[in-house]
């Protein structure tokens, strides 16, 4: 496999590593994937996430790990541990699924497992420079736009999803500001978008999820731009917890709210929302918080925690759907 490197991956040749999300921004923690449990460790902790990196680094793990793995049918045997290691993003589905295809057509041959899973690497580096582009167009000069979690260099395997937009809108000279929320309880929006933003000297504020409404009412927010995890066949979509609620009071601001997500986000076999996975994750992150400054808890210890890692968002919500290079207003796959 050719040696590559991106803001959350790198493969010199001989060890793949991914950049540890938690320990970011203030530190740049690079973690050796060299084995499926690796991988699968790294992707229940939010080391590697957002929803087309956690299918491609899962991926380019199997691939190359392939060659240790002594027959086929240990090899799927590890492949299905990986599928089971989060539950929303079907981009991890739908990238598995082609690489066991893969490795079953082709009479499991490491070569070809390995060309596949750097093909779908440079995939989705080509989709985010399509959605970025495609996305840009929706954009006025001045806006204001509002965006949630990180969908950008470290979700994807290029400039990102509903980011790509915003870094390509920056590049035109559209004089954008970006209001960024924190996205709590993991803050991929006030850790992640924000030093991504900052890298790219694009204007922004960091905003408190419960403040998203009240700068809406201000008129400061002209378009939001979100990512998916998973897009069912009549256009719900899942994302980070939040995005419903930001959906809501777009439709009542009357303010275009758009979905950008590559194809592999999309899932054919689920007729609607109801049909989308939420995954729930430990009480510990809800109390408090953790990362490079340590481990903080506010909440009382005995207090019942809910928390859901996404919401599904009803496609009549969504203005228009940024899908690799095309915009549409509505989907029916
Ligand atoms: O729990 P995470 O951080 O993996 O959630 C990520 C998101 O919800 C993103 O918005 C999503 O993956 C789409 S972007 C590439």
């Given at each position: 496999?050719?040696?590559?490197t991106?803001m ?5 040749g001989h060890k793949?590593?991914?950049?540890d ?7 740049k ?9 690796d991988?699968i460790?790294?992707i ?13 680094s899962?991926?380019?793990?199997l691939?190359l790990?392939?060659?240790?793995a ?7 045997t590890?492949?299905?541990q990986?599928?089971?290691s989060?539950?929303t ?5 739908n990238?598995l ?6 490795a079953?057509k082709s ?10 899973a ?7 580096v080509d ?8 996305g840009?167009?929706l954009v ?5 736009i509002?965006?949630h979690?990180?969908?950008?260099g ?14 390509e ?17 993991l803050?991929?929006?006030g850790?992640?978008?924000?030093w991504?933003l ?12 419960n ?23 009549n256009g719900?979509?899942?994302?980070k917890?939040g ?6 009071l777009?439709?009542?601001?009357k303010?275009p709210f758009y ?16 049909g989308?996975?939420?995954e729930m994750?430990?009480d ?17 210890e ?19 759907f ?12």
């Amino acid at each position: 496999m050719k040696n590559f490197t991106t803001m959350s991956m790198r493969y010199d040749g001989h060890k793949f590593e991914i950049i540890d999300q938690q320990m970011l921004p203030d530190k740049k923690i690079w973690v050796s994937i060299e084995s499926p449990q690796d991988i699968i460790a790294a992707i229940k902790a939010l080391k590697v996430r957002g929803a087309p990196l956690i299918g491609i680094s899962a991926s380019l793990s199997l691939a190359l790990w392939s060659s240790k793995a002594g027959d086929l049918e240990s090899f799927i045997t590890a492949l299905e541990q990986v599928r089971e290691s989060r539950p929303t993003a079907v981009n991890l589905m739908n990238n598995l699924d082609l690489i066991k295809a893969e490795a079953v057509k082709s009479g499991f041959n490491t070569e070809r497992i390995q060309a596949l899973a750097f093909q779908l690497f440079q995939d989705d580096v080509d989709l985010c420079k399509k959605m970025g582009r495609a996305g840009a167009g929706l954009v006025d000069v001045g806006d204001g736009i509002l965006t949630h979690c990180n969908t950008g260099g470290l979700a994807t395997a290029g400039d990102g999803t509903a980011l790509s937009v915003l870094l390509e809108s920056h590049r035109q000279d559209k004089n954008i500001h970006v209001y960024v929320d924190e996205t709590r309880p993991l803050l991929q929006g006030g850790r992640l978008t924000a030093w991504e933003l900052l890298e790219a000297q694009v204007p922004h504020s960091i905003i408190c999820d419960n403040m998203a409404g009240w700068f809406m009412q201000l008129g400061k927010v002209q378009k939001i731009f979100v990512g998916a995890d998973r897009i069912a066949k009549n256009g719900d979509f899942a994302n980070k917890i939040g995005t419903y609620s930001l959906a809501v009071l777009a439709d009542f601001h009357k303010i275009p709210f758009y979905v950008v997500a590559p194809s592999t986000t999309l899932d054919s076999n689920c007729i609607d929302g109801k049909g989308i996975p939420v995954e729930m994750r430990k009480d510990s992150e809800v109390r408090g918080v953790k990362g490079h400054f340590g481990e903080i808890r506010w909440a009382p210890e005995g207090s019942p925690v809910l928390n859901p890692a996404f919401d599904v968002t009803p496609s009549q919500l969504v203005t228009g759907f940024v899908i690799d290079g095309e915009v549409h207003k509505s989907l029916s796959l």
